[in-house]
């Protein structure tokens, strides 16, 4: 269960590069947000050592990555740490990651997938809907300790080596 308090409801953002990570799109919908009287705050994590980078986020209840269709170590970190992980993954890395974790087609993947078109609409629906943060945050939880967790990566990186030509 979530024991993160509660209001704001804190959404973390710590891009590398913030042309690429749509950080300007980002603080535009919070801010417009936040003028309809919704109880958000933003945690910009922007030139942190690691450990603080991971300290911030888990003191917030959602991470917002980037929308640019593809994920990345701030996606995947925040995924482990329980956050609800708003992102925009294109269909070709959807599929890459439902065939490198073996999920069915039923089964979802662990990101709040969303759009610029959508963006404000999704994180207004995540900040008033705390039942639907914690299911995102537990089921992305699971995801990483069950199908993307360390001796899985290992596996998969040692039979890709081992099946190289020398």
Partial sequence: CDTRPEPPVRIAHSPTRKDLKNTDLFVQVCEELRQEGLPLEVAMIDQSAHR??????????????????YF??????????GLCVVAGLDAWNQECVREFAGLTEEEPLPWFLSSAEALKDDLRTLVQDR???????????????ERWNDARIAGELAAFYEGLDG
């Fill in 52 to 69: 603080q980078c991971l300290e911030i986020k888990r003191r917030c209840h959602v991470l917002f990555d980037h929308l640019q269709g």
């Fill in 131 to 145: 039942a639907l943060r914690q299911e995102m945050g537990a089921y992305a939880r699971r995801f990483m300790t």
């Fill in 72 to 81: 990345g170590v701030s996606s995947l970190e925040a995924l482990s740490q």
